[in-house]
């Protein structure tokens, strides 16, 4: 009786400890699954080109988020440039962004709540001769 007693104890230490320990893995994994953050939504801000300092003062973008799959629409604007606009196709995984902006580069940053910090790798520069770099640091808010 007395051993019957300890096997039944004993199974049953064992299945509390590792219904615990397995309750303990899927809510780890469920915080670090890299849901991500919300992009839909539009988007205002400005930024500084890298190499030159000169100020991009607008930054827009509009976008419609589905999973992780990020479509839209930019407008961005600097001092003695013409209005670029564009469509934005990219994804979001956890609080990272990429995006690509057809036909004026690639971004990619970080998104938290209702404010996103991207790097801006500008192309289609309108067939000027400079090689320098072309990025720039853009601070947006929805």
């Known amino acids: 009786m007395k051993k019957s ?31 991500p953050q919300s992009a839909a939504g539009t988007w205002n801000g400005t930024g500084n080109y890298v ?17 992780n799959a990020v479509r839209g629409t930019y407008a961005i604007k600097r001092d003695a440039r013409e209005l670029m606009t564009g469509r934005v196709t990219g994804s979001v995984s956890g609080d990272r962004v990429d995006l690509t902006m057809t036909p004026h580069g ?6 938290k709540d209702d404010r996103m910090e991207l790097e801006w790798f500008e192309s289609g520069f309108g067939g000027a001769d400079w090689t320098g770099p072309r990025n720039g640091f853009v601070t947006l808010n929805r």
Not at 51 to 67: A, M, S
């Open 106 to 111: 690639r971004a990619d940053g970080k998104i």
């Open 5 to 35: 007693f300890c096997s039944i104890l004993f199974v049953g230490v064992a299945t509390v400890t590792l219904v615990g320990l397995l309750t303990a893995c899927e809510s780890g994994s469920s915080s670090s699954s890299g849901d």
């Open 51 to 67: 190499h030159n300092n000169v100020p991009i003062t607008q930054f827009n973008l509009v976008l419609n988020q589905d999973g």
